[in-house]
């Protein structure tokens, strides 16, 4: 059974700084991509960043590049997101995900082969 667990959500005031950890389980971690997707209210969920599998080559969102950083440690089956500089419009629920077949590049929501429940990140003004 595959579970994707995030933790480290949070209340941040903006400009502030998070760091979100995705714990795999019951998967071969090394052999997928790993990603994160957000999803805002009334909005549809979004692609935020990507790493290939040995963590070597990562692709982000345009509206978060510069900002956000994602790693992974195949010896503890985790990716990381973390994010600076946060504002308002970051304000979603944080998704982990796990693709076989797709890169970094090439993340889409609806290839995705397993997700995380989600962790709430609310960036106050």
């Known amino acids: 059974q595959v579970q994707l667990v995030e933790s480290g959500g949070g209340l941040v005031q903006a400009g502030g700084s998070l760091r979100l950890s995705c714990a795999a389980s019951?998967?071969?971690?090394?052999?997928?991509?790993m990603g994160w997707f957000r999803q805002a209210p009334g909005k549809e969920r979004e692609f935020v960043a990507g790493s290939s599998r040995r963590g070597i080559s990562t692709h982000y969102a345009d509206s978060v590049k510069g900002r956000f950083t994602i790693s992974r440690d195949n010896a503890k089956n985790t990716v990381y997101l973390q994010m600076n500089s946060l504002n308002v419009d970051d304000t979603a629920v944080y998704y982990c995900?796990?693709?076989?077949?797709?890169?970094?590049?090439?993340?889409?929501?609806?290839?995705?082969?397993?997700w995380g429940l989600g962790t709430q990140v609310t960036v106050s003004s």
């Open positions: 995900a796990a693709d076989r077949s797709g890169t970094e590049y090439s993340m889409e929501s609806y290839e995705v082969d397993y």
């Open positions: 019951g998967l071969t971690f090394r052999t997928y991509t």
